[in-house]
């Protein structure tokens, strides 16, 4: 029980991205702006600026801003879209998705005395939520793989092992292989014993297809104070709970199309992954205004461990020459840590009079600090390699306002780095963004749409393993924000 705990456990990284693994620290460290449809066509750039509740999650200073109190609420229509090359093949794919994307209460309270310019001015408490994060994605690849099948993958993954140990070594691949008879024994020349396949496509020529579908969300729920010093310093910091929700399905195929691999129809292997997982993070913030028309801002985020709950499972089918099998995983579910790095972010945004704002952030996380925590040792190797695939990432963040009277014109550019040393598996992420809105001194309207760009490398089994070219995808996300909110 002990061993297949530990197996479980292991595929956590056993996935393949850029030929390494690791995906799963990919995929959470990547972290998006928050929030609201000011915060987007700012392209996230509130760093120095404040008066918005996402800033809660990037420097809780912000909130210090705010001259009366508010509630407010976002609705968000989101597009994920990619085109996929795979052995000369094209595959298109794209999903939607309706989300709210923030919800907030702030509340401002100014000293008794309204008249006082020096010392604390005010105070506010500020309760909501921010999704940075949007994991609804569908991506498909196909092609005639001329050079190996998943197949060989099994083979190599069974190595030397004993049928009978493939349930506690292998039990979402191999031993699924071969109870559909698409691997089988054979002794070595040197008598050791070995896999092979004598029904499968292990010399290529199959019609693979390989279909993901995902959803979830990278979300934190807070609760923020600041302080207002004399017009000129403001404090902030935020209590947060971060949620993880990722729901993943996929189902690769082989496909004898051309009727030429002997004994062999096509197979069928699938796999159902869920995270959902919880973390306390700390923000602490500071924001100065040097003069009318600047302010300077520094934050950082300081995150607790993410404790995760997982549940795993897969099935593999054959059809076969001499008849049609299926076999299935037993059910997995586990829980592990994840232990991300701190967050420092610097701002500056300049104030032109009262007819426009343009602001920067610029944010630096070291992801080689990144860590897989359980109760027993098994990812000590594996954390030892996370400094040699992790690399620091740096986030800009650009925005700019015009004002009309009481309507706003906006654009913005956040670029998200790549988490990982290699930077063609995960490139970065280039969002831009337009919006504009309407306030006045009790209600507003903001709308923004962003649309981001990304290339990213993706292999359907190890290169590890056997000889596989990876498939390049360029992704498209779009996401179009309104926000509507009542000041009292």
């Not at 407010?72 to 000369?88: I, R, W």
């Not at 399905?249 to 159902?272: K, Q, V």
């Not at 000889?467 to 390049?472: C, F, I, K, L, S």
Request: with cysteine; glycine share 8%.
């Amino acid at each position: 029980m002990k061993l297949f705990k530990q197996v479980v456990l292991f595929l956590i990284v056993s996935n393949n991205l850029s030929a390494q693994g690791f995906d799963d620290i990919a995929r959470y460290s990547q972290i998006g702006a928050p929030g609201t449809a000011y915060s987007s066509g700012m392209g996230g750039a509130i760093g120095a600026l404040g008066a918005d509740f996402s800033c809660v999650s990037v420097n809780p200073a912000g909130i210090g801003l705010y001259r009366k109190s508010e509630f407010a609420g976002s609705l968000a229509v989101f597009n994920y879209s990619n085109k996929a090359s795979y052995y000369e093949t094209q595959t298109r794919d794209r999903k939607f998705n309706f989300n709210i994307p923030n919800l907030n209460l702030v509340l401002h309270f100014p000293t008794v005395n309204r008249l006082k310019t020096k010392g604390w001015m005010s105070s506010t408490l500020a309760f909501g939520f921010n999704r940075s994060n949007s994991f609804h994605q569908m991506s498909t690849i196909r092609g005639i793989n001329t050079e190996s099948s998943i197949v060989n993958a099994f083979v190599s993954e069974a190595g030397s092992s004993f049928p009978g140990n493939l349930q506690s070594s292998s039990p979402y691949s191999a031993n699924l292989a071969w109870n559909t008879f698409l691997i089988d024994t054979l002794r070595n020349p040197d008598g050791t014993l070995g896999y092979s396949s004598f029904s499968g496509p292990i010399n290529g020529g199959a019609t693979q297809r390989d279909a993901i579908e995902s959803s979830g969300k990278f979300s934190q729920s807070s609760i923020s104070f600041a302080a207002n010093h004399s017009n000129r310093l403001y404090l902030g910091a935020t209590i947060g709970i971060r949620r993880i929700v990722y729901n993943e399905n996929r189902t690769y195929t082989e496909t004898n199309e051309t009727d030429s691999i002997i004994n062999f129809n096509n197979l069928n292997y699938t796999t159902n992954k869920t995270d959902k997982g919880t973390s306390l993070t700390f923000n602490l913030g500071a924001i100065y205004r040097v003069v009318d028309w600047l302010r300077l801002g520094a934050a950082a985020s300081i995150p607790l461990d993410f404790n995760i709950n997982r549940s795993y499972n897969a099935n593999l089918s054959s059809s076969l020459s001499f008849g049609e099998y299926s076999f299935s995983s037993p059910e997995a579910n586990y829980s592990y840590k994840l232990r991300q790095p701190a967050r420092i972010t610097g701002s500056a945004a300049f104030i032109i009079k009262k007819n426009g704002i343009i602001s920067i952030d610029y944010e630096t996380v070291n992801n080689s600090r990144n860590l897989l925590i359980s109760n027993e040792a098994i990812f000590d190797k594996i954390n030892e390699q996370i400094p040699s695939k992790f690399s620091m990432s740096n986030n800009l963040r650009i925005g700019a306002e015009a004002r009309f009277g009481d309507s706003y014109l906006r654009g913005g550019f956040q670029m998200i780095g790549s988490p990982l040393l290699n930077k063609t598996a995960i490139n970065q992420m280039n969002n831009f963004s337009i919006g504009g809105g309407f306030r006045n001194d009790d209600y507003f309207f903001d709308i923004a749409f962003v649309l981001g760009f990304q290339k990213t490398q993706y292999y359907p089994y190890s290169p590890n393993l056997t000889v596989v070219q990876p498939a390049e995808l360029n992704i498209m996300r779009r996401n179009l924000v309104f926000t509507i909110g009542s000041r009292f």
